[in-house]
């Protein structure tokens, strides 16, 4: 295990960058294939991976983050033994989905209402027993601090994606199963460069027989496929009321608003990769490590903070003018949708997950998620019958989301014998807060107030240059350190 504390900002920003570039690629192809297709093949294509990633939850049993559990607790010479049986389980559970979705495909077909599915989930079926074996292979590289393995094999396996669909649309002037194809052959071409990545890490780790067993893996896995289960419930059930109960035309207002800025999970989640492998090993190895993983945890908190206020209180403010140019005039006021979940990306910078999996706590985390979406349920539909408000609808699953966060951050606290102080930093927190609220409030009035700004995206453009360029002005006033930021860009290991 090399993961230390000075590196974990360099190995963050590799992961950072392999998640942009895989973004970056899925939008490209879904702007090359809404072009290319029509509405009728386009919607099918979008339903097969709807379908696959609707039941990888499923089907994956919570098994990525063993990689980033065990590891950090097994010595170098079990190590190809452990991945060589986590990726054997990943291989049966790839060829019982791969089944599934063959045998099952007429079901799933009338479910969704396409009889055209049918035919596009048989010929997709081989991609769940290729693509599975590659889940959670963030999880050996940040383990062994080899991130930039993971950064190049996003922007490999995305470019094959891309290229391979590209050439059997444009090229092959192909419909929507040709580009099915091509994408079963570029997994295939993901798969073959994720196993020379795993090699190249593992090469020099011994192969003895591991001590962990089937039963222990499974039993690890298992609250975390629950917490994903509920979880998916909790995601989905806010468009369900919505979809039900306020028509065709609320709906679409509310699929453009209801997004996250991209860019605070790309963070969040190369927090998380990071300082998973990093907590189970300091959790494992001594009982006095608890002062120094509440650190390093705060010391990351602190920076994703930095990074990601500032930049979501913006687009609060700036809501209305990101809809209209993303969808025009007539989604103005999607605006309100879209502040109102940016508001829950203030709680949700908080990478609880990985100190909760790295003490073994995965029952707790589960049984949260299932509460939460059980209130959820509840409490949307009883606002439907009191006030029935769409917004009401969509307040409530962000003002759960962060009762969740709370009361798992209150766990941690207890289990680590603190308070909340020692671990939240508030006074950043207020600081970059009210200074990201007055910038972000004076560049909306100063916006407001310049006629030659004609559309939206100028609007956008030309209020962001001025707020970035007065932010950097009052972190200096304020002392508040991105020099961490600087680093990225130089060679500096430390």
């Not at 909760?356 to 409490?379: E, K, N, P, Q, Y």
């Not at 962001?464 to 990225?488: C, E």
């Amino acid at each position: 295990m090399t993961v230390n504390k000075s590196n974990n900002t360099i190995q963050a920003a590799w992961v950072a960058l392999g998640s942009l570039f895989a973004f970056g690629f899925s939008i490209v192809s879904s702007i090359i294939l809404s072009r290319y297709f029509d509405k009728t093949d386009y919607g099918t294509y979008k339903q097969v991976i709807y379908v696959y990633h609707t039941l990888l939850i499923v089907f994956t049993l919570g098994l990525p983050k063993t990689y980033s559990y065990f590891l950090p607790r097994t010595n170098d010479c079990y190590v190809k033994s452990l991945v060589k049986k986590i990726t054997t389980v990943f291989y049966i559970l790839g060829a019982l989905f791969s089944f599934s979705l063959f045998f099952f495909s007429p079901q799933l077909a009338k479910i969704l209402n396409n009889p055209d599915l049918e035919l596009a989930l048989k010929v997709f079926s081989p991609v769940p027993f290729i693509l599975l074996p590659t889940m959670g292979i963030e999880g050996i590289f940040a383990t062994y601090n080899k991130n930039k393995y993971m950064a190049l094999y996003n922007v490999v396996s995305k470019s094959f994606i891309l290229i391979c669909i590209c050439c059997s649309v444009i090229v092959l002037e192909g419909n929507y199963l040709t580009a099915i194809v091509g994408f079963t052959i570029a997994s295939l071409i993901s798969l073959l460069f994720a196993n020379y990545l795993k090699h190249r890490c593992l090469r020099d780790k011994g192969s003895a027989p591991t001590l962990v067993s089937f039963k222990e893996i499974i039993k690890f896995s298992i609250p975390l496929l629950r917490a994903s289960i509920w979880g998916l419930l909790l995601g989905n059930c806010t468009s369900y009321f919505i979809s039900r109960y306020f028509g065709t035309k609320v709906f679409a207002e509310f699929s453009n608003g209801a997004l996250e800025l991209p860019f605070v999970g790309m963070i969040v989640n190369a927090c998380s990769t990071v300082l998973l492998p990093f907590f189970s090993q300091k959790n494992y190895e001594s009982v006095n490590a608890k002062d120094e993983i509440l650190i390093v945890w705060k010391n990351a908190f602190e920076k994703t903070i930095k990074l990601t206020y500032p930049l979501v209180m913006f687009f609060c403010f700036y809501s209305y003018d990101v809809m209209e140019f993303l969808y025009g005039a007539q989604y103005h006021i999607s605006g309100l949708y879209f502040r109102i979940m940016l508001i829950s990306s203030f709680f949700t910078v908080i990478a609880y997950a990985p100190i909760l999996i790295a003490i073994g706590a995965t029952s707790f985390f589960s049984r949260v998620h299932f509460v939460g979406a059980c209130c959820v349920i509840v409490l949307q539909y009883t606002s439907i019958l009191l006030f029935n408000s769409s917004f009401v609808v969509t307040a409530i699953y962000v003002v759960c989301k962060g009762v969740m966060i709370v009361s798992m951050l209150l766990y941690i606290t207890k289990y680590f014998n603190t308070h909340i102080s020692t671990i939240i930093p508030f006074k950043t927190v207020g600081l970059i807060t009210v200074i990201s609220f007055v910038l972000s409030w004076v560049t909306k009035l100063f916006s407001n107030n310049i006629p030659v700004l004609n559309n939206s995206l100028q609007v956008i453009m030309v209020s962001f240059a001025l707020y970035f360029f007065i932010y950097l002005i009052a972190s200096n006033i304020f002392r508040i350190d991105y020099s961490y930021v600087m680093k990225l860009f130089s060679f500096n290991k430390k």
